[in-house]
């Protein structure tokens, strides 16, 4: 893709660092639907426009939903952190998913490593 972006003259394009879709979240063997992906962007969106991180990943996962952050917005969040917990919970639950909200640090190339 960078290639042919750089080819048709698109260079900012193909510069542009690769990120991760929104299904690479789900974890193997969970189906995936679009009101899930749904949640996951919207989580994702929420986070970044309080917290400003690094890095955020929402990811659904069978025993529950991980929400992975930078060490820094990680404490950030220390002093909200309930409250983000049951608003999260509320959307959880009125999506069909496992209500159980943990907050960890971002670790890149765990969306598949057992939890």
Avoid at 38 to 54: I, T
Avoid at 55 to 62: E, L, T
Avoid at 79 to 108: D, H, K, N
Wanted: glycine share 6%.
């Amino acid at each position: 893709m960078r290639a042919i972006a750089a080819a048709l003259g698109q260079e900012d394009l193909a510069a542009l660092p690769a990120s991760p879709g929104l299904s690479s979240r789900i974890q193997t063997g969970l189906p995936i639907r679009a009101e899930h992906l749904g949640f996951v962007q919207q989580v994702e969106r929420d986070l970044r426009a309080a917290l400003q991180p690094a890095v955020v990943r929402c990811r659904i996962q069978a025993q529950g939903i991980a929400i992975e952050l930078d060490p820094l917005s990680l404490q950030r969040l220390e002093q909200t952190q309930e409250q983000w917990r049951q608003r999260l919970q509320q959307l959880a639950e009125e999506q069909g998913l496992p209500s159980q909200i943990r907050f960890e640090p971002y670790r890149m190339g765990s969306a598949f490593v057992p939890g």
